[in-house]
Nanobody, 115 residues
Framework: DVQLVESGGGSVAAGGSLRLSCAAS????????MAWFRQAPGQEREEVAE????????YLVDSVKGRLTISRDNAKNTLDLQMDHLEPEDTGMYYC?????????WGDGTQVTVS
């Protein structure tokens, strides 16, 4: 079974940093696009960043450009999101997602709170 397990969330003061990680298993990692989504309280889930199997990143939210960095390690089956200069508006549940040919899969999320 496909499993995505996020970790690394927490509470941090504005201007601080966090590094989120996602451990993937149950499929052939390294052949598909991976992404990070977030959902703020009372808002819809939005895609923050994605990264192709080749490692090419793309940032979907203008406010995170220059502050968040998505990366992957295909040898370790992991996906990371380095978050610097965090702002209160970055608060939300962050989800790892895998875009496979059969379907899209999601982890349970990790909470990020910036105050």
């Amino acid at each position: 079974d496909v499993q995505l397990v996020e970790s690394g969330g927490g509470s941090v003061a504005a201007g601080g940093s966090l590094r989120l990680s996602c451990a993937a298993s149950g499929y052939s990692y390294g052949t598909n696009c991976m992404a990070w989504f977030r959902q703020a309280p009372g808002q819809e889930r939005e895609e923050v960043a994605e990264i192709r199997a080749s490692g090419a990143p793309r940032y979907l939210v203008d406010s995170v450009k220059g502050r968040l960095t998505i990366s992957r390690d295909n040898a370790k089956n992991t996906l990371d999101l380095q978050m610097d200069h965090l702002e209160p508006e970055d608060t939300g549940m962050y989800y790892c997602a895998a875009d496979l040919a059969s379907a899209a899969y999601w982890g349970d999320g990790t909470q990020v709170t910036v105050s």
